[in-house]
């Protein structure tokens, strides 16, 4: 036993050591990566930052996957758990962000950057035979499309056009098969250092969401000369996030409802009365069974608008991402290795978040963590949200997952395979697939 411990403190110092090495890589890349922003399964530059790096580390790797994402499998020749490493690829679209795409205003404000950083200076790590000999199983690097869930409607038409069944990368990962040798996921997301308390911060839950897709058809007319003789699916509008807001006493606070919608299309002229009004939202709930009963208001409140003025609407409900349950043993093996990184008064234990997150899907199929390191400055998906501290937000995010690697594969992957033992998956894939198809729904309202 004694000799195990040796061993496994040994390794960790190697470990350490190999990341600091290359510290200034990771960052750059990190750096390189916020100033090609691009949003979901539109992440090309990205990807190809990534392909390269993992050919620079003589990683085979899948492309292509759910169109953006890049794959990469590294084996210790030895049997035991598969463990995988996740960077997101994708951005935001922010305006007057200081690192936003000055056509498309894609922009890095929720550090996802800093993620790819990550994944790869892990991988940089693990591909050193010295440190990967100690240790019984595989790694797999994924870099991941599409984690935001925005531009739904350009989703949407993906969907149709047959390239996508869902619209958020993690999901479509599961559905085509990328997952499937994968017994243990982790990530580690951004957040702002104020509102952490920390450095580094673990939350056990997140919310989890359906989206919608709103199409108000009303009846063009002179707005000036004739606007009698047209209905105006703006007013309907209008009236249904009005009827949306009054059915916020009804949510319950432990249920940590949000809904947000936004109005995409106003109408097509000014001259014209608005015939075609476009809303996307999301349904937010800490459970499903809460999401479902909020979803079910809003469709009533989308009603009650199309109804008031005589306008029809097309209510397209589309699955989102499933509340994220974190592995209890598998955070509290990564909590003593963040102790040892930032001291234990740095790492803070988190409350529930109403944030939603494909990560939740994963949490539903296999054992997960998705902590948080407090590098940042801002607001989460504002303008201002920058990265301040990238030692922190690159480099110290990247050793708190390498060391807990190195607690799960060595020994012959002993606490590993504890973890997935113990672990009880909530849904089987096949079940959490036939769950999110059942929760599409396409239906048109008709005030006549």
Do not use: W
Not at 116 to 126: K, N, P
Not at 252 to 268: A, M, V
């Amino acid at each position: 036993m004694g000799g195990n411990v040796k061993e496994l403190q040994e390794l960790k110092t190697s470990i350490i050591e190999s990341i600091d090495r290359k510290s200034i890589d990771a960052i750059n890349i990190a750096k390189q990566v916020l100033k090609n922003p691009e949003p979901g399964f539109r992440e090309y530059k990205t990807s190809q930052i990534v392909k390269n790096e993992f050919e620079k580390l003589g990683l085979n790797y899948e492309a292509d996957i759910a169109l953006t994402g890049v794959k990469a499998k590294l084996t210790t020749g030895k049997s035991g758990p598969n463990i995988a490493v996740i960077g997101e690829l994708d951005s935001l679209i922010v305006k007057g962000h200081e690192f936003a795409d000055p056509e498309t205003l894609a922009a890095h404000a929720c550090g996802h950057h800093c993620q790819i950083a990550m994944m790869l200076a892990v991988a940089s790590c693990f591909s050193s035979s010295d440190i990967l000999e100690s240790l019984s199983g595989s790694l797999t690097f994924i870099a991941v499309p599409a984690e935001e869930y925005i531009e739904i409607e350009f989703r949407n038409d993906l969907m149709k056009a047959g390239k996508l069944e869902f619209l958020g990368g993690k999901p479509e990962f599961v559905r085509l098969g990328a997952l499937d040798d994968v017994d243990i996921a982790m990530m580690t997301h951004t957040d702002a250092r104020d509102s952490m308390g920390g450095d580094i911060g673990v939350a056990p839950t997140n919310n989890g969401m359906l989206a919608k897709l709103i199409s108000y058809v009303g009846l063009a007319a002179h707005a000036g000369g004739s606007p009698h003789t047209g209905i105006n699916a703006l007013n309907a509008a209008t009236i249904a996030l009005s009827a949306i807001h009054a059915q916020r006493e009804t949510f319950q606070e432990e249920d940590s409802i949000r809904i947000h919608p936004i109005i995409t299309r106003g109408g097509l002229a000014v001259s014209s009365v608005p015939s075609d009004v476009r809303i996307e939202t999301f349904v937010r709930g800490s459970n499903v069974e809460a999401i479902i009963d909020a979803s079910a208001k809003v469709d009533r409140a989308l009603k009650a608008g199309a109804l008031a003025v005589g306008a029809d609407v097309n209510i397209v409900t589309l699955p989102g991402y499933l509340p994220i349950v974190t592995d209890n043993n598998l955070e509290n093996i990564y909590i003593e290795n963040a102790k040892r990184l930032v001291g234990s008064n740095k790492v803070v234990k988190m409350k529930h978040r109403t944030g939603s997150t494909d990560m939740g899907d994963l949490s539903q199929i296999m054992p997960v963590i998705h902590p948080y390191v407090g590098a940042a400055s801002g607001v989460a998906h504002g303008p201002h949200y920058l990265i301040e501290d990238y030692e922190l937000g690159v480099v110290t995010g990247a050793k708190a997952m390498a060391l807990t690697i190195a607690d799960l594969m060595i020994s012959n992957g002993g606490k590993a395979e504890s973890v997935i033992d113990d672990h009880k998956n909530l849904m089987t894939k096949s079940q959490y697939l036939k769950f999110l198809r059942s929760n599409f729904k396409d239906e048109y309202f008709s005030y006549k």
